[in-house]
């Protein structure tokens, strides 16, 4: 071999399946990233804000309580209006949308019979 002759490098499979192994996963780091990027910008852009009730809306809504039951606490979640009531049969929490007064959903919790 001259001076000028580049050598020549032979790899060996192992080392095939190495470089391969670092490529795919360098790709895979790479659409990662650009995934992490797509997903910030995505949440920047389409962010939802709480939906406040408007001031001065007023609106009924009746939430049916059986004898001996009584309201414990009511929380506002946002748009929702989380009912506590409690009583002999257990405790339910009722959901209310807080804009319009109209019931979502009812979770009940029923006494552990023995």
Known sequence: MTQYEKPTFVLTATQRRL???VIVL???M????ITLV???IY??????KEVAVPAGAPFVSNVALAPGEEIASAHLKGSR????????????IVI????TGREIGRVDAK???N
Request: proline fraction near 5%.
């Open 43 to 48: 949440k920047f852009v389409h962010h939802h």
């Open 96 to 99: 209310l949308d807080a804009a």
């Open 26 to 28: 360098g790709v895979l």
């Open 38 to 40: 797509v997903g910030g």
């Open 19 to 21: 470089r391969l192994l």
């Open 81 to 92: 209006l989380l009912v506590k009531i409690t009583g002999p049969n257990g405790d339910k």
């Open 30 to 33: 790479v659409l990662a990233f």
């Open 111 to 113: 006494p552990k019979k």
